[in-house]
């Protein structure tokens, strides 16, 4: 079963900050610039902050996970251009 995630980072270091975005871009969906969005099993999601926990610096970056239940989703708004990440889409890791 696939959950809803909401990823979020605040990374300084920019080599960093790069690696950790394409390895997000390959695997989920960028909604702004340091937040993405993805549709993930639990195995998905745990192979995901494994490699991203691989990555950063624990003393100075910041990635924050949310799992946002199923009554959460249809309440998310969007003010100005927005992408949405659909359901259908399957994640591949």
């Known amino acids: 079963m696939r959950k809803f995630y909401l990823i979020a980072f605040d990374i ?39 490699q991203i926990d691989n990555l950063i610096d624990y003393s100075t970056d910041s990635v924050r996970y949310y799992n946002l239940c199923q009554n959460c989703i249809p309440n998310i708004r969007v003010s100005g251009f927005g992408i949405y990440t659909e359901k259908d889409e399957l994640i591949v890791l």
């Open 12 to 50: 300084s270091n920019d080599k960093i900050r790069r690696r950790v975005v394409k390895l997000l871009e390959s695997n989920t969906t960028r909604v702004q610039k340091s937040v993405f969005e993805s549709w993930l099993t639990d195995k998905q999601y745990i192979e995901l902050k494994h």
